[in-house]
């Protein structure tokens, strides 16, 4: 009862700011160079819906087979550290340098690798989400109470038993964290890999609305992203509401 | 029933093998000698009660029953008759810290089948075996709730649960009721006593409660300073079932006196050395 309340004030807030920015635009003669009416973007889209529904699978696509390769790579990841931190301690550093360049060159050079093919996005968008799943996974398992750890053991628990009834459970919190982060940067690498070339996808529309100085479409590129965005979003927070119900106590 | 039960300490035949056999024990941390030359036993079936001052070596002594540490080349250390290794004790001993460490994401009955999931024991037996449990620990119709909505008595009595669901022959209990209020100490206590008798595990219990140490034990240690050592084994002949009134009886308080004075020169000499 409370959630749909809370459902229905956020659509009323989003009808709001609709109306606000089509009086606005109204009223204040805004020339359609700077901001079209919302009435007209929503227009364009109708006029051509197919256009931005393959846009949007396509980079929807993109972006969840990066989100879940990042995923599980940095929850494997971390799992590794824990339990070899020579490891750590020598593929860290390289981590961090592969982080610190820019998201731009890395998406030059797996375009010359992988193609333009719906793998090579997703390879962007997994090299965006790895690191923080696998630092907020580390930091979950190694939170764990040390405590706890003695009190499996003296139950017979081997360290696998540990990992799966203890440390990985009680990382969740983290992890989420660290998914809700990767939520937004799979998209982000998913759309930055289209503009180096490919034929569908929400980055590309970007592209040809900017090439064609087409202010519309534009606009109508990101609503959809917007869209794709949020949903994902709220989807990941909704799985971390549903599974984490315990929040971080302890 | 009442005398028999007091007596099934004393009346131990000496024969009988103790379940439990340290001597010569010793344990080091870095610089720190935690534990030296510690001698103790426990018969099968006995309640022994631990007390001593604070940093005596008492949770040393229970990490290396519980199998968790090893204690230094030289001990021996005996588990029902024969000489082991203390990782040999690991999943043979019932251990429950002090802090409950319930899992938040298990409720009431998979928190308490914990240990038995461990084992590897049918999910579902485990927790019809728990649910028919569940009134004898006050628990009945909180078999879904999560730790988060306990009370810290309830959520102590999950712990004591798991423990017991954990079928060893010696239960370690370290300062299970440190945590609650006077009230509710006194009667997990008496409560504690009942399940003793009914279920006859042998039980190790530290605290630092001079009282609740002779109101439950058949037998109170008391440890010296560090390094932890035994100092005093007294005897508890006090009947059983005991009863609250027991607590200001004359014998009660001579008993009280002779631990106290023990506890006291201990903490004296440590204050001595720390001074």
């Known amino acids: 009862m409370m959630q749909l309340r809370a459902l229905l004030r956020g659509v009323v807030g989003l009808l709001l700011a609709a109306l606000l920015w089509e009086g606005a635009v109204l009223a204040l003669h805004i020339r359609p160079e700077y901001l079209p009416r919302l009435s007209t973007i929503l227009a364009a889209m109708a006029a051509t819906p197919g256009a931005y529904w393959d846009g949007f699978l396509r980079t929807l696509a993109e972006t969840l087979l990066g989100f879940a390769a990042g995923g599980f790579v940095g929850v494997l990841n971390g799992v590794i550290f824990l339990r070899l931190p020579a490891l750590r301690d020598m593929l860290f550093p390289i981590f961090i340098v592969s982080q610190t360049i820019p998201v731009i060159a890395f998406g030059a050079l797996v375009v010359l690798w992988f193609g333009n093919t719906l793998l090579a996005k997703a390879v962007i968008a997994f090299y965006l989400t790895f690191f923080p799943v696998t630092v907020n996974t580390l930091l979950g398992l190694n939170a764990v109470d040390p405590r706890q750890v003695a009190l499996l053991r003296s139950f017979g628990a081997g360290p696998g038993t540990i990992l799966r009834r203890l440390q990985l459970p009680a990382a969740l919190p983290q992890i989420f964290v660290a998914l809700r982060l990767a939520a937004s940067l799979s998209l982000v690498g998913a759309i930055v890999g289209e503009w180096f070339g490919d034929t569908i996808g929400l980055g590309v529309l970007l592209l040809q609305a900017m090439y064609n100085e087409n202010v519309v479409s534009l606009w109508a590129a990101i609503l959809c992203a917007a869209v794709l965005g949020t949903g994902f979003y709220a989807v990941v927070a909704y799985a971390e509401r549903r599974i984490v119900f315990w929040g971080a106590e302890q | ?275």
């Open chain 2, 1 to 275: 029933m009442s005398s028999a039960l007091a007596e099934t300490a004393a009346a131990m035949p000496a024969s009988a093998p103790p379940l439990l056999e340290m001597s010569g024990i010793g344990k080091r941390f870095g610089a720190v000698q935690a534990v030296q030359n510690l001698a103790l036993s426990v018969q099968p079936g006995e309640f022994v009660t631990l007390v001593g001052p604070s940093g005596c070596g008492k949770s040393t002594l229970f990490n290396m029953v519980a199998g968790l540490d090893e204690p230094d080349p030289g001990g021996i250390l005996r588990f029902k008759g024969r000489g082991c290794h203390a990782r040999e004790l690991l999943g043979r001993v019932s251990f429950m810290p002090q802090r409950d460490l319930l899992l938040p994401w298990r409720n009431v009955i998979d928190n308490a089948i914990l240990a038995q999931e461990i084992e590897g024991a049918n999910r579902r037996e485990a927790r019809a075996r728990a649910l028919a449990m569940l009134p004898e620990f006050g628990l009945a119709g909180f078999e879904k709730q999560y730790p988060h909505q306990l009370s810290g008595g309830m959520r102590q009595r999950v712990a004591l649960m798991r423990t017991f669901l954990f079928e060893r022959e010696l239960l370690l209990l370290d300062e299970p009721f440190g945590a609650l209020d006077a009230l509710t100490r006194s009667m997990m206590q008496r409560w504690l006593l009942e399940l003793w008798q009914h279920h006859r595990r042998t039980i190790l219990f530290i605290t630092h409660d001079v009282d609740e140490a002779i109101f439950l034990g058949d037998r109170v240690l008391v440890m010296t300073a560090r390094p932890g050592s035994v100092k005093l084994s007294l005897p508890v002949n006090l009947p059983r079932p005991r009863d609250p009134a027991l607590l200001t009886s004359p014998e009660f308080t001579a008993l009280k006196r002779e631990v106290l004075d023990a506890i006291e020169e201990e903490a004296m000499k440590s204050f001595m050395a720390s001074a």
